[in-house]
């Protein structure tokens, strides 16, 4: 199924070049309107705030607009200056949006999967298109302007490249105001736990088993409130987690309150997902857990935390092999005991 997608996808790209190939590209002039296409989770779209933030400092007089390719991030007005935010969920409606004068199109590395980042590019005919393009690929896309994406640097480094500011090799943090509530002095610590990841990302996951020990552990200090999180699609393997421990499952009903849930714990536990990297932008202490992903690329950029990666030689393999993804072996390496450890040592340093 995988191979048939990449196929078709790969397909829709060479007809989009194509047609973008017969198209005029307006007149290069002063740079006033600006289109930001961010695609990816919500991981992936925070990590593309620093380079949204540059470039709304570098054209400050410029309209600019942001479009989150499938929703999520829309609340976060004033976080990129006076740039106006969309939730990008009608395919039609972005096409039109498309259609008007912009002068530059900016697309974050996450946009190298969206065939239709390209599509949106393309029906702009801006004189600048920024975006990205696999390193043996950077000719005859759609872009005046490709970037290769890379997997030596961190995420946040390469999506301020793109935009023209890369003031640091040094992965960039993105700490945003919505969503924080103001916090109480409580000698009792909340721990909540993401287990979950994106669907077709389980091979990111820590065992089920492994989070319901460590919730048994947390469960019995006095100090911790431990609480389970669950995202959309998660809540079924919460419950199996928390089943009697007497432990809360949380589950927000929409982004906006995923932030504004995850704004009261004292310390997040989970994977490699995007509820670790809102609470890095929210300023919530966290401890994540990597298995075949590369935190140097794509951890979340924290104030206070702990990575704890896996000892396996193979690991970190996602970028270039998928053969042992569903086996997760190197995520079996990493233990309780050690992860109990982290969370305990970073709740006393607070």
């Given at each position: 199924?995988?191979?048939?997608?990449?196929?078709l996808?790969?397909?829709?790209?060479?007809?989009?070049?194509?047609?973008?190939?017969?198209?005029?590209?307006?007149?290069?002039?002063?740079?006033?309107?600006?289109?930001?296409?961010?695609?990816?989770?919500?991981?992936?779209?925070?990590?593309?705030?620093?380079?949204?933030?540059?470039?709304?400092?570098r054209?400050?007089?410029?309209?600019?607009?942001?479009?989150?390719?499938?929703?999520?991030?829309?609340?976060?007005?004033?976080?990129?200056?006076?740039?106006?935010?969309?939730?990008?969920?009608?395919?039609?409606?972005?096409?039109?949006?498309?259609?008007?004068?912009?002068?530059?199109?900016?697309?974050n590395?996450?946009?190298?999967?969206?065939?239709?980042?390209?599509?949106?590019?393309?029906?702009?005919?801006?004189?600048?298109?920024?975006?990205?393009?696999?390193?043996?690929?950077?000719?005859g896309?759609?872009?005046?302007?490709?970037?290769?994406?890379?997997?030596?640097?961190?995420?946040?480094?390469?999506?301020?490249?793109?935009?023209?500011?890369?003031?640091?090799?040094?992965?960039?943090?993105?700490?945003?105001?919505?969503?924080?509530?103001?916090?109480?002095?409580?000698?009792?610590?909340?721990?909540?736990?993401?287990?979950?990841?994106?669907?077709?990302?389980?091979?990111?996951?820590?065992?089920l088993?492994?989070?319901?020990?460590?919730?048994?552990?947390?469960?019995?200090?006095?100090?911790?409130?431990?609480a389970i999180?669950?995202?959309?699609?998660?809540?079924?393997?919460?419950?199996?987690?928390?089943?009697?421990?007497?432990?809360?499952?949380?589950?927000?009903?929409?982004?906006?309150?995923?932030?504004?849930?995850?704004?009261?714990?004292?310390?997040?536990?989970?994977?490699?997902?995007?509820?670790?990297?809102?609470?890095?932008?929210?300023?919530?202490?966290?401890?994540?857990?990597?298995?075949?992903?590369?935190?140097?690329?794509?951890?979340?950029?924290?104030?206070?935390?702990?990575?704890?990666?896996?000892?396996?030689?193979?690991?970190?393999?996602?970028?270039?092999?998928?053969?042992?993804?569903?086996?997760?072996?190197?995520?079996?390496?990493?233990?309780?005991?050690?992860?109990?450890?982290?969370?305990?040592?970073?709740?006393?340093?607070?």
């Amino acid at each position: 199924m995988n191979d048939l997608k990449n196929l078709l996808r790969w397909r829709l790209r060479t007809l989009i070049r194509a047609a973008h190939r017969c198209l005029p590209v307006r007149s290069r002039s002063e740079t006033r309107n600006i289109l930001c296409l961010v695609t990816g989770g919500i991981g992936d779209q925070l990590m593309a705030i620093p380079a949204l933030r540059s470039l709304r400092n570098r054209y400050p007089d410029a309209n600019m607009h942001v479009v989150w390719i499938g929703g999520e991030l829309g609340f976060l007005q004033g976080e990129i200056g006076n740039a106006i935010l969309e939730n990008g969920k009608n395919s039609l409606g972005m096409t039109f949006r498309a259609l008007k004068g912009w002068d530059l199109v900016y697309v974050n590395v996450q946009g190298v999967f969206s065939v239709f980042c390209e599509w949106l590019t393309m029906c702009s005919r801006a004189p600048r298109r920024i975006g990205p393009v696999y390193p043996d690929n950077t000719h005859g896309s759609v872009y005046s302007e490709p970037y290769p994406i890379r997997f030596d640097e961190h995420v946040t480094v390469t999506n301020c490249r793109a935009a023209g500011d890369a003031p640091s090799t040094q992965a960039l943090p993105y700490p945003v105001a919505s969503g924080r509530v103001a916090g109480s002095a409580r000698a009792i610590r909340r721990v909540y736990l993401h287990p979950g990841t994106s669907p077709g990302y389980e091979a990111k996951q820590w065992p089920l088993a492994k989070y319901r020990l460590l919730a048994a552990e947390l469960s019995l200090d006095p100090f911790f409130e431990p609480a389970i999180l669950a995202g959309p699609g998660e809540y079924a393997q919460a419950r199996r987690i928390a089943k009697g421990l007497s432990i809360p499952v949380l589950r927000p009903g929409s982004v906006k309150e995923l932030f504004q849930t995850i704004a009261r714990a004292t310390v997040l536990v989970g994977n490699d997902s995007g509820p670790a990297h809102i609470a890095a932008a929210l300023g919530i202490p966290i401890v994540v857990l990597f298995g075949p992903t590369n935190p140097a690329r794509v951890a979340p950029v924290y104030e206070k935390g702990t990575i704890i990666r896996s000892s396996e030689a193979c690991s970190p393999c996602f970028d270039r092999n998928t053969s042992c993804r569903k086996a997760r072996s190197c995520l079996e390496d990493i233990t309780v005991e050690r992860v109990t450890k982290a969370c305990r040592e970073l709740v006393q340093s607070l």
